[in-house]
């Protein structure tokens, strides 16, 4: 089993900063691309940013130059600094996180349960 678990989410005013953790524990033998992904009531999850095990990057145009997202291999967790929110960044923040749990095989997505983010106006 594996688990992904959320933290750092709440409530900030515009123009404000969040830091959101996720860390990855149980049956792992690696770990692949992590990211984060957006659920607002009623739309498509969305990716909002996502890191390579080599420390590539990519980012939702939205989020360009206000979040960054980093990892710690070693300890198996992905972060993502959020500055500059705006009301629009609200939302479910959802860790993911494409893992193996053995040296063969296949590697499989999982999912944290999210941790929520509003920004008021």
């Known amino acids: 089993q594996v688990q992904l678990v959320e933290s750092g989410g709440g409530l900030v005013e515009a123009g404000g900063s969040l830091r959101l953790s996720c860390a990855a524990s149980?049956?792992?033998?690696?770990?692949?691309?992590m990211g984060w992904y957006r659920q607002v009531p009623g739309k498509q999850r969305e990716l909002v940013a996502s890191i390579t095990s080599g420390g590539r990057t990519n980012y939702a145009d939205s989020v360009k130059g206000r979040f960054t997202i980093s990892r710690d291999n070693a300890k198996n967790t992905v972060s993502l600094q959020m500055n500059r929110l705006k009301p629009e960044d609200t939302g479910s923040y959802l860790c993911n996180a494409n893992i193996r749990s053995g040296p063969v095989g296949y590697e499989y997505p999982y999912w944290g349960q999210g941790t929520q983010v509003t920004v008021s106006s």
């Open positions: 149980g049956n792992i033998f690696r770990v692949n691309a």
